[in-house]
């Protein structure tokens, strides 16, 4: 009786904790859509909404860039409270004492979050805002983690021997380290609110590298179609997205390679050479996003959704990377590959 109602507490533990990822990714979202529509100065006052209590702000003015700002805000106080309920279902009823450490971190996590977004409108700092676009990233994946471990799935993983090549966990860890780095620099270039640094495809403003002199700078910024509610572009802008072009091209690579080498050395049949498969098909689908945000003058809504694919992407390789590790960290070969060469000094 006792094993069955733990059992079940643990499995509503479970199905909370995946309710706050998707919270979570929803937020994403919406946070998105604030950042797109250069909406996120138009509730100028923080934690109140134009002198009103937050909760108590009247949907009739909720019009323009106030809608979004304010639904964030929201949204936002559901996903903190959400995951204070959880932070505190895991230190009562998970017995694993880093699961509770990072039921801690998640509620602090959500703490910091909250404050760096009220922080960016009341100093009306856009560089807190690139740094509140990075830390929702890393709470998305923690929280996806936290849905992860609690999971009936994590525990027949762990229950498993099964050795992933080092070489493969290092190509898809560089990998996924490499995707969070080009998050941040999306995060950064929505942060500059210049809209488009460079609007044609597959050149960058007629050339391979785009020129940067000032007066190739100051042309941009006359044949903008941009008008409204944008900073003009400097050649920082210019070469920020030139970087992010790059990136981009590098992790598709990686990527390709991860899925090839997972599909040759796991087989078809393991699940992680599956999820490879799926991870590569996420990054194509936001390869192709980016050349629609470009195309289409960086739609809001195109913008938002290549924002959050991008996300998907991230815990995609963090899932393989928890995955990997922990499989590996079972098997006798890998223990043989790590002490290995203390075997043959003992010989």
């Not at 942060?191 to 007066?215: F, R």
Request: net charge positive; glycine share 8%.
């Amino acid at each position: 009786m006792n094993n069955g109602s733990k059992e079940n507490n643990n499995c509503w533990l479970h199905c909370f904790a995946v309710l706050a990822a998707i919270s979570t990714f929803l937020l994403l979202g919406a946070g998105g859509l604030v950042t797109s529509h250069e909406a996120g100065m138009s509730v100028p006052d923080w934690p109140n909404s134009y002198g009103y209590n937050m909760f108590a702000f009247p949907p009739s003015k909720w019009i323009g860039g106030i809608f979004y700002e304010h639904t964030h805000r929201l949204w936002a106080s559901v996903v903190g409270m959400m995951t204070t309920i959880l932070a505190v279902w895991i230190l009562a009823r998970d017995s694993r004492k880093w699961m509770k450490w990072l039921g801690v971190a998640a509620f602090l996590l959500v703490i910091v979050q909250g404050i760096l977004g009220g922080l960016r409108v009341v100093l009306n700092n856009a560089h807190l805002g690139v740094i509140h676009g990075v830390v929702g990233q890393s709470f998305f994946v923690l929280m996806c983690s936290i849905a992860l471990f609690t999971s009936g799935i994590w525990s027949k993983i762990s229950a498993q021997k099964a050795n992933i090549p080092r070489h493969l966990r290092t190509l898809v860890l560089v990998t996924t380290l490499l995707i969070f780095v080009q998050l941040m620099l999306g995060a950064t270039m929505r942060g500059q609110h210049a809209g488009l640094a460079i609007s044609d495809l597959p050149l960058a403003h007629g050339q391979i590298w785009p020129d940067t002199s000032p007066e190739a700078i100051q042309r941009y910024n006359a044949e903008r179609i941009e008008t409204t509610n944008v900073n003009d572009i400097t050649a920082f802008d210019v070469i920020l997205q030139m970087v992010h072009r790059l990136c981009a091209l590098a992790i598709f690579t990686c990527v390709a390679l991860c899925a090839a080498l997972a599909w040759r050395e796991l087989g078809s049949r393991d699940p992680l050479a599956r999820f490879a498969l799926f991870w590569l098909g996420l990054i194509t689908a936001q390869v192709g996003l980016g050349i629609w945000t470009v195309l289409s003058n960086k739609a809001a809504d195109v913008a938002t959704l290549h924002l959050l694919v991008g996300a998907l992407s991230l815990v995609t390789g963090a899932f393989w990377c928890l995955i990997a590790f922990r499989r590996s960290a079972r098997s006798p070969v890998t223990q043989n590959e790590t002490f290995g060469a203390f075997g043959n000094l003992a010989k």
